[in-house]
């Protein structure tokens, strides 16, 4: 795994207490829910999973790097940060949610329900999607949440390993660090809050 320096793994523990925060007075508001996406992602050639590597760098001819920001943990929530960085030259634009694809240690994909919004999980994420528009250089965020959760002793527990992320349906995706396992023992699905545009 990409280990995060102290200050990113600050700025994603503030995010999601934030989130949190935010959450415990605003009652979630569900915005539709996504299936599992169907077959393997879209490959971008040659990317590897980020974290910490600069976003800019060897920009790929989809003009955008995706990175994990850092996940945070609390009492079996698990919160995963993301990033979409417009490296080209062009506008980018977003509208909608993250597609996500969970892995296994053999890089099998792991059928799993993606809740667009996350109500499922956890409240505070179901914001709709809004049109972003991103120059060159600016970044856009989300979140992936899920919760390590059992419930059923006769149902094996998941755990992904790896972590595939594409910017909406039909395009290419890129492998992010995931910073741990995505242990979402048996709930069987995992949530995704819409892009919106970073204010810092």
């Known amino acids: 795994?990409?280990?995060l320096g102290t200050a990113a793994r600050r700025r994603a523990s503030a995010v999601v207490?934030?989130?949190l925060l935010l959450a415990a007075c605003t009652p979630g508001d569900h915005r539709g829910q996504g299936g599992d996406p169907t077959g393997r992602p879209p490959a971008t050639p040659g990317?590897?999973?980020?974290?910490?590597?600069?976003?800019?760098?060897?920009?790929?001819a989809?003009?955008?790097?995706?990175?994990s920001t850092g996940g945070d943990a609390a009492m079996g929530l698990r919160a995963l940060g993301l990033e979409l960085v417009n490296c080209g030259d062009r506008p980018y634009r977003l509208n909608g949610y993250p597609v996500l694809w969970v892995l296994n240690e053999q890089r099998k994909p792991i059928i799993l329900r993606v809740v667009n919004g996350a109500k499922e999980?956890?409240?505070?994420?179901d914001q709709?999607?809004?049109?972003?528009?991103?120059?060159?250089g600016e970044r856009a965020v989300a979140t992936v949440l899920w919760r390590n959760l059992v419930?059923?002793?006769t149902v094996v527990a998941t755990?992904?390993?790896?972590?595939?992320?594409?910017p909406a349906a039909g395009q290419p995706a890129e492998e992010v660090d995931p910073d741990g396992p995505i242990d979402v023992g048996n709930t069987g699905r995992i949530g995704v809050s819409a892009w919106r545009k970073a204010t810092t």
């Open 159 to 166: 755990a992904g390993a790896y972590l595939t992320v594409a």
């Open 62 to 67: 989809s003009g955008i790097r995706i990175r």
């Open 1 to 3: 795994m990409i280990s």
């Open 151 to 153: 419930t059923d002793s």
């Open 128 to 136: 709709p999607p809004q049109p972003v528009t991103l120059r060159k």
């Open 47 to 60: 990317t590897t999973p980020s974290a910490s590597a600069d976003p800019v760098a060897e920009c790929p």
């Open 121 to 125: 999980i956890t409240s505070g994420f």
């Open 17 to 19: 207490a934030a989130a």
